[in-house]
């Protein structure tokens, strides 16, 4: 801790310098791409980097320092030019030592900058740039800032403790981005600090004696997470169940209800889903659920699971996996081998040092003992509790959640599922996240909204949270609103237990809550599930903050309270009590209520949704086409006909063609709709699985398939009163709905 406050201390006095006069600018070495133009000014030291179509300044680099002594960079020498990279010795005030600067494109959008200390030990390297008023979103899941937008924030980059409504929220990267059309990406695991727009300063300091940082041109959001995601690697692509609800009890042993122990517990809360036809793929098992001390480290299951070989049979007949709680923490028959090998660090409740590679092998081959008992999955706590030193947090936040997924990648190839607290960076290849220890209040579903967006800020899009938070038990409308937010997040977990089991301890209409908002979550399995994969390609994020799409509307640089689900859905949840409507901003274009798809909006302006309980304002953007369906059967034994089915939604924009990519599990199949003076075309490459398509158009006169006439009332529906056009559909098809016109004319609009 002595050393983080010397660092934010040396960060202050790094800003102080920058009062002095402005100096005059002397020698300048230039190079540049077809995008950008680097130039290093020698004397005084400076690093500019410009948008080469415009001239714009987006970055530049005034203040450079080597050491906690911030011997601070006062000239450039010795400078090597080549057509893609500048090298240079820079000379430091206060110090008889030097430092090495290397910046180069890596590619014409992309600038690699590397400081590297000379002059012998080095604990920190502090790099400032000017602030321009800029908005920066990303580093921290948590909102240092306050919202979504990190201007104001002066934080650690590593492990997090206790937070106002949430504990331990601790997915990060050193990554940001600004609305100067630009982001940085920080290439390490080191421990550090950001400052964002202090004293027209933003800046960061990284404990290690070489660092290396990517500026990522765009312009767009869009195309810096591209860049982004191709240089730090993309998300982790989960199983199809893992995008269905997953259910948990903070402790088995307790509220044994209608059971006789803990196993007959886990049994019976499946069958209790089924009863009432809520959807479910996943049960966990959460601390303490093994032997020894703190129910874990002996890695078994104590006897009141007296056949884990059994429960889980029984689960996946029921078509559920079992997954675990794990953590890096010893105890039990973990601590006592990890302490006579040497490979715990010094703590109360110690993790192992998986730096080593020794160490690492041994984890993970004690974790394969549940993995060979048919445990498809973990949930991965702590390593952020004083379990190793804070230097080691971040670099253990990425081969915590790598060793674990290691192992059940070699028993079931991708056919498993883990989700972490504590993830940094490149985990992402690894690991989901859920936001940490909510509190059970308005304030707890807040920031995990805001939580949520900047999880997708940083390219970690497989994000969920404790529906209903974790600290304290809900009331009844806190719980309902958390489930409606729960099912538009790509990972919805249920949080039950001793008096707050839906089926127990609720009245019937939370319960019908949950039975709609959790079927509602699992019909839109392959809209998320497309979004997502396509987040694994693109790093644009499933829950999308609305200026990452609509960058000029200066309104929604901070809006954290609605978001975008997919390219197509707008979500705006309720997150304070006692309420039954809410004020929603509608971005440009056009949309239209998706509770009732008939009333249509201009965009640009504000409107009061009706929001009762049970009822979540969503709409549709025009042109906007939904995935929908059931193609995961996973518990469902209500429909003995069962068999996967879609439900392609489509709303037609009046003059705009739209497309949308549909992921089947092996590949992307397309669906293009094309209006025209003769009506509408729609083109569906083969989905895998057929259904029905759903057009909300009006002024039908006749529909064709493949070149074939089909029959109104035999080969198709229209709905007048729901103005809604359904077709079967079964491989690749082509559709002409003549005279068909959208619903989205300025004759409809309110």
């Not at 030592?97 to 900058?113: N, S, Y």
């Not at 032997?291 to 559920?320: C, Q, T, V, Y």
């Not at 599922?417 to 807040?446: C, H, P, Q, V």
Request: aromatic share 12%; glycine share 8%.
């Amino acid at each position: 801790m002595r050393k983080v406050k010397h660092m934010r201390l040396v960060f202050l006095s790094l800003i102080l310098l920058e009062l002095v006069a402005t100096p005059v600018r002397a020698g300048v070495e230039a190079i540049e791409s077809s995008a950008l133009r680097i130039e290093l000014n020698t004397s005084p030291y400076s690093l500019r980097i410009i948008e080469k179509s415009t001239g714009e300044v987006l970055l530049s680099a005034s203040r450079t320092a080597f050491t906690d002594q911030l011997h601070r960079v006062t000239s450039a020498t010795d400078v090597v030019r080549a057509s893609d990279s500048i090298q240079a010795t820079l000379l430091l005030t206060g110090d008889s030592g030097k430092a090495k600067l290397t910046v180069a494109f890596t590619k014409p959008e992309v600038i690699q900058v590397t400081l590297e200390y000379g002059g012998g030990d080095c604990s920190a390297i502090y790099e400032e740039f000017e602030d321009h008023g800029d908005h920066y979103y990303g580093v921290w899941e948590y909102p240092f800032g306050g919202n979504i937008d990190n201007r104001g924030a002066d934080f650690d980059f590593g492990g997090t403790r206790q937070l106002p409504d949430v504990n331990y929220s601790n997915a990060r990267a050193p990554f940001y981005m600004t609305s100067r059309k630009y982001g940085v990406y920080v290439e390490t695991a080191a421990q550090g600090h950001y400052t964002f727009s202090q004293s027209g300063k933003t800046g960061f300091s990284f404990q290690d004696k070489t660092l290396t940082y990517d500026v990522i041109y765009g312009p767009s959001y869009g195309d810096v997470l591209n860049r982004y995601n191709a240089i730090s690697g993309p998300a982790v692509m989960p199983p199809v169940w893992a995008f269905d609800s997953i259910w948990w009890r903070d402790d088995n042993h307790e509220d044994l209800r209608d059971a006789v122990n803990a196993q007959e517990k886990v049994v019976q809360d499946a069958d209790r889903l089924r009863s009432f036809h809520i959807p479910a793929s996943i049960m966990w098992l959460d601390r303490p659920y093994g032997s020894g001390e703190h129910g874990w480290g002996n890695m078994d299951f104590d006897s009141s699971f007296p056949d884990p070989a059994k429960m889980i049979r029984d689960l996946h007949d029921r078509g559920m996996y079992l997954t675990l709680w794990i953590a890096n923490r010893c105890s039990s028959r973990l601590f006592q081998e990890g302490l006579a090998k040497g490979y715990l660090f010094d703590a109360q409740w110690p993790a192992a040092d998986l730096r080593r590679p020794e160490v690492y092998d041994w984890f993970k081959g004690e974790l394969d003992l549940y993995v060979r008992q048919g445990v498809r999955g973990y949930k991965i706590d702590r390593g952020e509790e004083d379990e190793m030193p804070r230097t080691m947090e971040n670099l253990h936040a990425i081969l915590m959640p790598k060793l674990a997924a290691e192992g059940l990648k070699t028993a079931y190839h991708d056919e498993y599922f883990e989700f972490s607290r504590n993830a940094n960076d490149t985990a992402r290849k690894y690991t989901a996240i859920w936001n940490g220890d909510t509190r059970s209040t308005f304030g707890g579903l807040a920031v995990s909204l805001k939580n949520a967006l900047r999880s997708g800020a940083i390219n970690f899009p497989m994000w969920g949270s404790d529906t209903g938070g974790y600290i304290r038990v809900p009331e009844k409308e806190l719980f309902a609103r958390w489930l409606e937010f729960s099912a538009f997040s790509p990972m919805m977990e249920v949080l039950i237990g001793p008096k707050r089991t839906i089926w127990y301890d609720y009245d019937p209409e939370l319960v019908q809550i949950a039975q709609t908002y959790v079927a509602m979550h699992h019909d839109l399995i392959p809209y998320t599930r497309s979004y997502l994969y396509q987040a694994t390609q693109t790093g644009m994020p499933v829950m999308r903050s609305l200026i990452f799409a609509y960058p000029t509307d200066a309104s929604l640089y901070d809006t954290w309270d609605e978001y975008l689900y997919g390219q197509d859905l707008l979500v705006a949840p309720v997150v304070t009590p006692n309420a039954s409507s809410r004020k929603v901003y509608l971005p440009a274009g056009r949309w239209m209520n998706y509770n009732d798809r008939a009333t249509v909006y201009g965009g640009g302006t504000s409107i009061t949704a009706d929001a009762p309980l049970g009822t979540l304002p969503l709409f549709v953007r025009e042109g906007g086409i939904i995935a929908r369906g059931d193609i995961l059967k996973s518990n469902n034994n209500w429909d003995a006909n069962w068999a996967p089915k879609l439900r392609i939604e489509v709303f037609p924009s009046e003059d705009t063609a739209s497309e949308f990519s549909y992921y089947t599990g092996e590949g992307v199949r397309t669906i293009e709709v094309r209006p025209g003076g003769a009506g509408l075309e729609i083109k569906m490459e083969d989905l895998g699985v057929g259904g029905s398509l759903e057009v909300y158009c009006r002024g039908n006169r006749g529909v064709t398939r493949n070149g074939t006439a089909l029959r109104e009332g035999a080969d198709y529906q229209y709905d007048e009163k729901q103005q809604k056009l359904t077709i079967p559909f079964d491989g690749a098809s082509t559709f002409i709905i003549t005279g068909a016109s959208s619903l989205f004319d300025t004759a409809t609009s309110r």
